[in-house]
């Protein structure tokens, strides 16, 4: 993917969509910012990072997995577009309304976000996704999310803070490495 597509989607979903209104101020701040519930709107330089390895294509299924805000679900549903389908999963109640009120403010209705169950890591049930987006960091890699990948599927991760790149290729998973990154953690 081009950084083109990636600078569309950033210019198509503003980032001040998806913050507390108190920190609207802040949306071009090239840091994390606060949403509360110990969970943060990523960096949006790593945001971008992220997306250009996860390599979103128009048409695919991407599962955003620690949606937060709903600012990554937003800019998943521009790259994949209509037809296309985004679904978020967030662990906490409060941010999985915050950030269905938050993309409501654009017009996807081919992204939700859903709230995950607790003890069940993505969505299984939905599996395989061509794309698995994940914004909180875990300790090692997670393999019941490797398993959501489909065919040619790419998932991106920070794991014991490195970003990963996971490929599924012919049968089997292709991991690489690209930089140091923090996060919150992934529970």
Request: proline share 7%; glycine share 12%.
């Amino acid at each position: 993917m081009g950084a083109d597509r990636v600078a569309d989607a950033f210019a198509a979903v503003p980032r001040e969509w998806f913050l507390p209104e108190s920190a609207r101020a802040r949306a071009a701040h090239d840091g994390p910012i606060e949403i509360g519930h110990g969970q943060t709107n990523s960096q949006p330089r790593t945001v971008a990072a992220m997306l250009r390895l996860l390599d979103v294509r128009p048409g695919q299924r991407v599962l955003d997995v620690g949606s937060g805000s709903g600012w990554t679900t937003g800019l998943l549903a521009h790259l994949v577009g209509p037809e296309g389908e985004v679904r978020g999963v967030e662990l906490e109640p409060d941010l999985v309304a915050f950030g269905r009120a938050n993309l409501a403010r654009g017009d996807w209705t081919w992204a939700r976000i859903d709230p995950t169950e607790p003890g069940v890591l993505g969505d299984p049930s939905g599996a395989p996704y061509d794309r698995i987006l994940v914004s909180a960091e875990a300790r090692s890699l997670p393999a019941e999310l490797v398993a959501q990948l489909g065919d040619a599927g790419r998932m991106v991760a920070p794991v014991d803070g490195v970003m990963l790149l996971v490929e599924h290729v012919a049968g089997s998973a292709r991991v690489s490495r690209h930089g140091r990154y923090r996060f919150v953690p992934l529970r």
